[in-house]
T-cell receptor, first 114, second 110 residues
Framework: EPEVTQTPSHQVTQMGQEVILRCVPISNHLYFYWYRQILGQKVEFLVSFYNNEISEKSEIFDDQFSVERPDGSNFTLKIRSTKLEDSAMYFCASGSGLSMNEQFFGPGTRLTVL | DAKTTQPPSMDCAEGRAANLPCNHS???????VYWYRQIHSQGPQYIIH???NNETNEMASLIITEDRKSSTLILPHATLRDTAVYYC???????????FGTGTRLLVSP
């Protein structure tokens, strides 16, 4: 069964450093998403991406964040200058758009900012 | 903010039906009810969705009241692997994002 994959599973970085989180969505999907979940808190929407552009973003997704689909298969989330409060699980999701809003989530990347 | 209200936790015996309630009294006509679950710290997993009619798939059944102000997710024969946080989400077709609340933590015990 096709699945969304994410790398790395765990990323540790120093405050102020740039990180890139990588996702490989399901191959025929057209809609891509990033969510995050701070430990013990709700899953929060960050951004959605369709047709090579951002279609929706939350207040969390400020200028420090960017997304890219560099090669037609990967979908990346870049945090330019990490802060302590960026420590969280980051989930990538994808959807075909055919089954309303059924989104398939990856296993997540745990980001720890020291 | 999430438009749904769910009990914070529920218990269920293995092999019994788990009935998870959700209130969405402010739901509007074009909004769907979606259910996802999150097992431990894994990514959320889609379960089922509906608009007006009751729905059933291989994982669960969804019962939506006639006034659409509440719904119930039914896991007919709960197993230990069904222990998870279950999220009821009201989704507007005009947006793409899913808005997660705090969900119901279901504990299935032997």
């Amino acid at each position: 069964e096709p699945e969304v994959t994410q790398t790395p599973s765990h990323q540790v970085t120093q405050m102020g450093q740039e990180v890139i989180l990588r996702c490989v969505p399901i191959s025929n999907h057209l809609y891509f998403y990033w969510y995050r979940q701070i430990l013990g808190q709700k899953v929060e929407f960050l951004v959605s991406f369709y047709n090579n552009e951002i279609s929706e973003k939350s207040e969390i997704f400020d200028d420090q964040f960017s997304v890219e689909r560099p090669d037609g298969s990967n979908f990346t989330l870049k945090i330019r200058s990490t802060k302590l409060e960026d420590s969280a699980m980051y989930f990538c999701a994808s959807g075909s758009g055919l089954s309303m809003n059924e989104q398939f989530f990856g296993p997540g990347t745990r980001l720890t900012v020291l | 903010d999430a438009k749904t209200t769910q009990p914070p936790s529920m218990d269920c015996a293995e092999g019994r039906a788990a009935n998870l309630p959700c209130n969405h009294s402010t739901i509007s006509g074009n909004e769907y009810v979606y259910w996802y679950r999150q097992i431990h710290s894994q990514g959320p997993q889609y379960i089922i969705h509906g608009l007006k009619n009751n729905e059933t798939n291989e994982m669960a059944s969804l019962i939506i009241t006639e006034d659409r102000k509440s719904s119930t997710l039914i896991l007919p024969h709960a197993t230990l692997r069904d222990t998870a946080v279950y999220y009821c989400i009201v989704w507007d077709t005009g947006f793409q994002k899913l808005v997660f609340g705090t969900g119901t933590r279901l504990l299935v015990s032997p």
